[in-house]
């Protein structure tokens, strides 16, 4: 059939707009349907339509009903030197922004840490969790349950694990309030962020739960606790994804130079600013802007953008030493894949192969955790030259330079 | 001079790798760095290279050292229907996204609150913020500087809004921490999600203010109690961007056969998933994913996408109605513009042009209005079918139809 | 009726238990009803027992089922020199405590900052808030219930100020979350702490405003913004009770001498354990003790001894100068009152009294607020010893000085 | 010599009136203080004079510079029916409060849950926790340094443990950020609260770690990651004092009977107040008053009474079942103990003991987690009755009759 017809058919509603990948191969499908909205709609969405990305790849995997893709400027920052356990030597890490001044500001940040003898970075943790909340008849049976739970893990864990090849069970963690209990799965999860894993793995585990204890009505499989794209305590304070920590130490000449500022004047601003005004804001995020680098590289790099809230969950440090500047990101929450997900799509995989982390590392995990470092350690430098630039009043200054676009 | 020497020369160091745009013009510069990049890295990165982006009209202003783009699949849900103030009718909305089933989800979403009359969307504030922090010499200062301020904000006013044609200092609330006192600024910005136009405007009043009492020194133009890129209960409390609430009500028969659930497990989901775990997480997020939502259309329409932080915060509210599904979803601090940023690029502008919100309103701000209605009835429908998934356990099914990938 | 007679009748449940004051005079209720305990329990409580209260003054007013009294030591601190605006000059300051070694750690900081200059206090905010919670049909109501309200606002003020003498309504704020709005009440309340006058009056005020408005019901004359005896960022950011600040200057010799540690170290202590660790923890409590002194002050003078919660929400926040100490502590929600509750009781009137503080000021509410600068500047003097002996490693010896009773 | 002697040199500062107890046994210090002061003010301080406190028992372990006492009204609750695993039978609970209407309103909830089978109790988790917080070079350290921890767990229990009888150490627990790491020590301590016992115990511990590895300086023994006296979810999340939670099924005649309310209707209160409006608020605290009935208990009993603030944390869960109101409080970190503090004085000494909970238990352990039921069960009987007061509007009633004397 041609696309002329089926848009007559479409517009009669004899075919369903949701389902023309039934009658169609997915480019065309999408073409038609964006053929169909612009005559609806009286629109051009022809730069919408204008895409390198081959639908029959990603249809039922990425997306549905698309119309095209949605192109955002790629910059490069660096490259940028990091001492980790993963990533070592230098990098060009990928910024996907339209926010002017971003790439620039990471950049002149990068510079001065490269000037010092590059960024340090370790993870001290890596799970990915899911936590379904159960409700119970009473809470004499919360105490049975969580006993239950307890002396099933063996069992429990290789019910889980049977789902993938990939995640291991590690812990269940468990919280009660009321007759109602939380069981926070935390899984090892390979190279992949490991949502989906782990949620079907917990899924296989409270099918299992509640035959084995059927008092115990799984209400979510997701009960909030995980948790998901949303900043929380339970998160920062118990990890999920990675728990990574970069650090550089620069002299003072150099952050004179490159920074234009004083140390001290540095740890001033981070003070005032990040833990005093964050408090007095009641924000659990005790930096300036780690969301921004974050999500710039998460666009870039295929990740799940909407992760980015918890992921840049953190606290930035510093102190004078001498005359040097001793700056530090904790982020205890960044979760981070280098397969699945957006990670396979042409321009994404790109640009996690540019930081040579795409698809499975050796070992299995490997990758994932040499991007989180890397990261950690981009934040790190777009989070010292921001504080730098608010100290010395040069915010103005970029603004003017890059288009009236800065955030702070 | 020729691309082959010019990249001769890079590798010589000779130019500067982030300024080649004064050599050439940005298409050229963008060519460029990327050549170099590849062969530097031995990486292709052609499908970056690939953009219809022309970089004369976004470099030095959404983007630095570009190399090209990266791109996002682009799918469109609905047609959904609103009764607001300023959206009124059927839109249909752009997604783009990775994640599989987040369309797809939204859309049955859709059609439920279609088939129930639609969504109801209200906005009760308006307004972008900056707070600075001032250091003082002592606390007797800082009552002084309080009461100094508040009298002359007339004058602070008019110096404020001399740097900008729409934005309007509508208040400023002040609050101490010992020696340290923020003045949080809060601005109507029209149509612009008015960040950058607030920071001129506030940096300008700042040199003011510092000459008027120069006791106060401002430390930091942002202070963190804006706030900005974090989430934070200032902003929830106060309002940042818009507060927006929607609602639908749902005959039980469309909850049962659009949805497969009923009211009451709805409501049972939504208590013991979004309050009790929220609470419990200790995440001031009270709600399942507006995250998820909120971030496929920001990256569409060309958003400042790491604002999906305070931007989704939110409570998801569920009530039975005799047998009837009362549903609401409340974003106090949702931060969109319809100019500015990203809005310009080609196919953010087309997806804000297919819902009729491309550039100013007529009056100033209807547009950026009119759009946070669509988005704040987007995410509630997006919302609803989550928790009736959850409900009705079709999570995994919706995993296995839609490759394996679902956030919940 | 004899004792005795009473007694049998009282084992038989001829007579209630919990109505003995209609039988006879409550001193001889409260007797009869500890012999029946007594008895009953095969316990003595003898010491209980054994009070100056007299039953006649205070039941029905501040106690009911009394049989006694609960007796705690009662130290004094200081005096300490407190420049106020209302507390100015050396007061003794009365601790009512069980924890050893907390009078001599306040006594040990007033010494430091008595030889520095005494204490500055300042008071920012002064107001008592109610909030109550109303539901409404929907979301289009919720928007024309806020409009009613700032309306009405004149005749909402003059009915609720109808009920007290000393209560002033000042604002109403107002919330919103899907169909449910809250109304926070501010009210200044003259030298009362004020929870009940503010409630009656809002009691009143809501009964008008269901008749005015028909479609809003009161769920709950307190919907938790108010928020009573719970930590919130709502009294953070707008205050309730008092917002008190207080500083003092240390020359570097005194913080050696008397507190046998130097500027330098008592600045990271208060940043690595204060803000780091709080931060860290998830606490809005950005201080190591104030709950500590506040609460044996306000055992000590009669006041509600549950709002040390929120009254010790607060912040340390500490600066090296040269070589001398800038210390200051902020209290945003300190509520006191030098009249009504258990300000009348024998034992706290004289506590207040040697404050010179009782009963009403002149002007109304001069008295409260001179009280709230006497709490503040003593809680300076208690936390600054405290992390002077945490920084000078005093702690063991204290203990082992004071009887293995020490809070950290 | 005689007390008008060693007032005239006390007067002429040839004694330190921190150190009458050099000169004088405690007794007649307290009385030559309180004479001095009385002198120097003019005022009478003879009510706290008149104590039956024997100084020569409490100075130097729960007072310095004592004058006195304060004495403080304790009316008597229930007896309330509890089923807990410690807590069997009947009770009396003391309140000790100066809060007109408490005990009453107590009573009321005692009377509907014992009309409806009492009250239900359960531990899920008993330790007390101290967290120092060390201060190391770098990360890498950090990392070492945990590591270094976890090896040398046995060796570090060992030495913690010599410092006390009761004390055992259960775990420890790691958190860092930037070059800070915490360890949260995590013990159980008998009967005791503990928190002296465990700081004491710390202390040692840190000693040792400092020698084991020299690179980390311990900045101090608590670094509010502990949390003492502060409200974090640190302590809700993974406990702190005893874990407890209280349930009772209430048929609908007997909340309608006793409570003057209906099932829905309270359901409704508790989830408007206490969940939408702490969350609003940003209140960690999901309950009405929990604080009211602890700090009452806390004073009756010789606690801690600045320990309210964590040990008021907590989740009041509310369901209907059928006509049953299902009503649950949930208290994650409520902190008590029946030996040491200020248990041991005379009037809370008989307080414990008509609990039959006084001093060490049978095993170790035992009286304080009886007490710790006691106390969950008496704050469900309170919350429940404020919840029903509220929904039925009877506050204004109470108020009238106790007094104006009523929190909420």
Redesign the interface.
Known sequence: MELDELLKKLEKKEIDF?KLESYLNPNEAALL?RLF?EK??G??????G????D?KD?Y??????????????????GPININGNYAKGSF?V?L?????????SV?RGIKAVNASGGV???I?HDSMT??P?F?LP???Y??LF?NWINENFSKIKEVAESTTKYGKLKSIDT??????V?LRFSFSTGDAMG???V??AV?KACEYIEKGFPEAKC????????????????????GRGK?V???A?LPGKIVKEFLKSRAEEIV??N???????????????????F??I??AIF??T?Q???Q??ES?SG?T?A?VREDNL?F???LPSLEVGTV???TQ???????L??LEVKGSGNPPGSNSLKFAEIIAATVLAGELNLLAA??S?E??KA?M????????
Chains 1, 2, 3, 4 share one sequence.
């Open positions: 949701n349907r909205i609806n709609s629109k051009s969405l022809s730069s919408i204008s895409t390198i990305i639908f990603v039922g995997k990425n997306i549905e009903n698309p119309i095209g893709a949605t192109q955002i400027p790629l910059g490069v920052a060009y990928p996907a922004t339209t926010e002017g001044a971003l790439v620039a950049n340090n970075v370790i001290i899911r936590a909340v409700s009473s809470i004499s919360c105490k969580i919280f009660v309030t009321g007759n109602n939380w949502m989906n894993m949620t079907l899924e209400i979510a499989v997701s009960g909030n606790m995980c948790s998901d794209k949303k900043l929380s305590y339970v998160n920062t304070l118990l728990t920590i970069a650090e130490i001033e601003t003070l005032r600013k990040n833990w005093l005004g964050s408090a007095r804001a009641g924000s659990p995020q005790f930096n300036a802007h969301a921004n974050i999500t666009i870039a295929g799940d953008v909407a980015v809230i840049s606290y440090w102190e001793y530090s990101v904790t699945g997900g957006g799509l042409p321009t994404q995989s790109e640009a192969n540019l608010i100290t009043r915010l103005g603004h330079k890059y288009g009236r676009k800065m955030n702070v």
